[in-house]
Nanobody
Framework: VQLQASGGGMVQAGGSLRLSCAAS????????MGWFRQAPGKEREFVAG????????YYADSVKGRFTISRENARNTVNLQMDSLKPEDTAVYYC???????????????????RGQGTQVTVSS
C-alpha cells in the first residue's frame, strides 16, 4: 500500500484547509486509517483516525470540534477537514494505514504498517 498526502499549505488563524490521503495497492476499505502530525521540536502525535470498520472516528482532544476525518472508499481516499485553525496546528501532517491494528493502538504511529510522506500545514497568527 502506498499513501500520498496532499492539501497542505499556508493559512491565517481561523482559516481552513482540507488534507487528502490517497491510497493505492489494496482495497482501501480493509484498513484502519490515521492522521498524525509533527511540529518542529516535538514528537509526532495522533490527530484523527478511523478503525478498520470505519464506523467511528477518533480525535485528539486538541482538535475535537475543529477537525473532521472522513473516508471515501470508492476513491481510496481519507480526508481531514481542518477548520478554525490555530498557529499551534502548524506541523507536517502524515497519514497512515494498517489492516490489523487494534483499536487501542489507533493512536500509535509505530503500529501502522504503511505510512505516507507528509504535507506541511502552516498557520499564521
Amino acid at each position: 500500500v502506498q499513501l500520498q498526502a496532499s492539501g497542505g499549505g499556508m493559512v491565517q488563524a481561523g482559516g481552513s484547509l482540507r488534507l487528502s490521503c490517497a491510497a493505492s495497492g489494496d482495497t482501501f476499505s480493509k484498513y484502519a486509517m490515521g492522521w498524525f502530525r509533527q511540529a518542529p521540536g516535538k514528537e509526532r502525535e495522533f490527530v484523527a483516525g478511523f478503525s478498520r470498520s470505519g464506523g467511528r472516528a477518533y480525535y485528539a482532544d486538541s482538535v475535537k470540534g475543529r477537525f473532521t476525518i472522513s473516508r471515501e472508499n470508492a476513491r481510496n481516499t481519507v480526508n481531514l477537514q481542518m477548520d478554525s485553525l490555530k498557529p499551534e496546528d502548524t506541523a507536517v501532517y502524515y497519514c497512515a494505514a494498517d489492516r490489523g491494528i487494534i483499536l487501542s493502538s489507533i493512536g500509535n504511529w509505530n503500529q501502522y504498517a504503511y505510512r505516507g510522506q507528509g504535507t506541511q500545514v502552516t498557520v499564521s497568527s
